[in-house]
């Protein structure tokens, strides 16, 4: 029984590799590195760019909303989109039908927003811009539930790790290519910050187009539960 729980292990084990640089993982980590790296610029820039490029005043009431009703709308984005991809999942019985495209759309969406956000003059417009941009966040948990469906059962510590792992890079990487962004263009730093915009609006588009095109959770699933009946 020892040996047989073993060769098990190994098989299972032997999954994680090929499983981790498949498409649907390789497209899911990317679309969440596209995300982080929009919420990195939104959390560590966007006061920058409010009092920099749109002369708002930390007391200003527009500057206050577009410092936190962003994450406000990004919250109720999360509870809504969860709670409409597990019905659409139970109408549909399609991850891709239920999560994937959500998760796209979101991101084109977020594209989108981020790049009227930073190019509209109106500071009004462009504040709400970037609150609704935020609500590309709310495809994270759609990834990693994407993520789970196709990994087996005993990986998945694992397998979830390497994903969050590199999707969060954008923390560190985002604010640093930034800030050599504003460096290179001298005195104009408002020319740095809308072209460090329309970057993490350019990710956000590629990682939407790429999960649709490219995530294709439904038939790792078969293979996965096949896999599991014959083990």
């Known amino acids: 029984m020892h040996e ?3 060769a098990r292990r190994r098989t299972r084990w032997s999954q994680v590799l090929p499983l981790i640089f498949s498409r649907t993982i390789v497209f899911s980590i990317f679309a969440a590195f596209s995300i982080y790296w929009g919420i990195a610029l939104l959390l560590g820039w966007t006061p920058v760019y ?6 708002l005043k930390l007391t200003d009431p527009l500057y206050i909303v577009g410092v936190s009703l962003p994450w406000l709308l990004q919250g109720l984005a999360l509870l809504a989109c969860g709670a409409l991809a597990d019905r659409a999942f139970q109408l549909t019985g399609s991850v891709r039908r239920s999560r994937v495209l959500p998760v796209a759309a979101l991101l084109i969406l977020g594209a989108m927003f981020l790049s009227l956000a930073v190019s509209i003059p109106s500071p009004l417009g462009a504040v709400t811009f970037f609150i609704l941009a935020a609500t590309a966040g709310a495809a994270i948990p759609l990834l990693a539930a994407i993520v789970l469906d196709v990994t087996p059962q005993v990986n998945r510590g694992s397998v979830q790790g390497v994903v969050v792992a590199f999707s969060t890079l954008p923390g560190f990487i985002a604010p640093l290519v930034t800030g050599v962004m504003i460096q290179a263009t001298g005195n104009q730093a408002a020319v ?14 590629a990682g939407g187009v790429g999960a649709m095109a490219f995530v294709r959770p439904d038939k790792a699933m078969q293979k996965l539960s096949a896999f599991d009946q014959a083990s």
């Open 50 to 55: 409010l009092v920099i490029v749109l002369h």
């Open 192 to 205: 740095g910050l809308h072209n460090a915009y329309l970057l993490a609006a350019l990710l956000l588009l």
């Open 4 to 6: 047989t729980h073993g």
